[in-house]
């Protein structure tokens, strides 16, 4: 009798950690959601939303969708990087502990905004420039916020490994504009972005070190992108150009021509001829 009434328990127990087990994971995508709107911005300094994330722990696998980053103060475009859909392979174990180990990402067609000077000031830029000013703590990334006074030691922050990372069939939206020569809107797609080996060892990586990497690699992308083709463009302009000046110096040739021809008639008659 003990021993049904121990094995009764025991199932009792199963049964109650595989509905907190449940319950945890049908919320945790929530929690993860609630966590990239409030560390993102103190990393990027800009606005960031997200629709929704789907997290399962039993298969090791998430999914972000309506990932929108914004745009630094002084630019006109509500966002600068527009991600529908991400999927995210990840070990189920490692949720838990210091160093969450995410197996791979993948960035399927992020609609990218660019503004600025492509060897200048630009909002990807900007964006670089702040998470690069990210040190410490999140919460030292806006010093005026008021923060609870501390109560014990910090809480080291979770760490990743991302062993591949990749982007792919990104579009950039930018303006070209060359004052007196040319003003046109660009779409350009980007060479896909493959990342591999991010955290690996011990010590791994942190949010904003990862931010970092990626974030610069589509800088660097987008901005080999649009220097390649206003390069291009440039050519284009030079030919046509070329072709143009061609083109008055024939003209005014055949003008010279006709006048020296009218003149030789016209002394042709004064003389005789």
Same mark, same amino acid.
């Given at each position: 009798?003990? @021993? ?10 199963? /049964? ?31 606005? $960031? @939303? ?10 090791? #696998? ?27 392979? $990840? ?9 969450? /180990? ?23 830029? !900007? ?7 990210t040190n410490g703590p999140m919460d030292q990334a806006h010093p005026n916020t008021p923060t609870a006074s501390p109560t014990g030691p910090a809480k080291p922050a979770k760490?990743?490994?991302? &062993? &591949?990372?990749? @982007?792919? #069939? ?7 504009? @060359? ?10 797609? $980007? ?11 011990? &010590? ?8 970092? /990497? ?9 901005? #080999? ?13 030079? !030919? ?20 020296? &021809? !009218? ?9 005789? !001829?």
């Amino acid at each position: 009798m003990k @021993i049904k009434l121990i094995l009764g328990s025991l199932g009792l127990l199963v /049964v109650l950690v595989v509905i907190a087990v449940l319950v945890v994971g049908t919320h945790l995508g929530d929690l993860v959601k609630s966590g990239l709107e409030t560390l993102g911005p103190k990393v990027t300094q800009t606005t $960031l @939303i997200v629709d929704n994330v789907n997290l399962s722990l039993f298969a090791g #696998s998430a999914g972000v969708q309506g990932l929108v980053l914004g745009n630094p103060a002084g630019y006109k475009s509500l966002a600068s990087i527009n991600v529908s859909n991400a999927a995210i392979r $990840l070990a189920p174990g490692s949720v838990l502990s210091d160093k969450i /180990v995410i197996h791979s990402i993948e960035v399927r067609a992020p609609e990218i905004t660019f503004e600025g000077n492509p060897l200048g000031a630009n909002n990807l830029a !900007k964006i670089m420039a702040n998470v690069k000013g990210t040190n410490g703590p999140m919460d030292q990334a806006h010093p005026n916020t008021p923060t609870a006074s501390p109560t014990g030691p910090a809480k080291p922050a979770k760490k990743l490994e991302v &062993d &591949d990372f990749l @982007i792919t #069939s990104a579009r950039v939206h930018a303006s070209l504009a @060359i004052p007196g020569v040319v003003n046109q809107e660009l779409t350009l797609t $980007l060479p896909d972005i493959h990342l591999t080996d991010l955290g690996k060892g011990p &010590d791994g990586i942190t949010a904003a070190d990862l931010t970092q /990497v990626v974030l610069s690699q589509i800088t660097t992308a987008t901005v #080999s992108a649009l220097l390649k083709d206003a390069a291009s463009m440039g050519k284009d302009l030079t !030919k046509a150009a070329r072709a143009a000046a061609t083109g008055v110096l024939q003209n005014s040739s055949n003008a010279v021509g006709a006048n020296v &021809d !009218k003149l030789k008639k016209g002394l042709g008659g004064l003389l005789g !001829k």
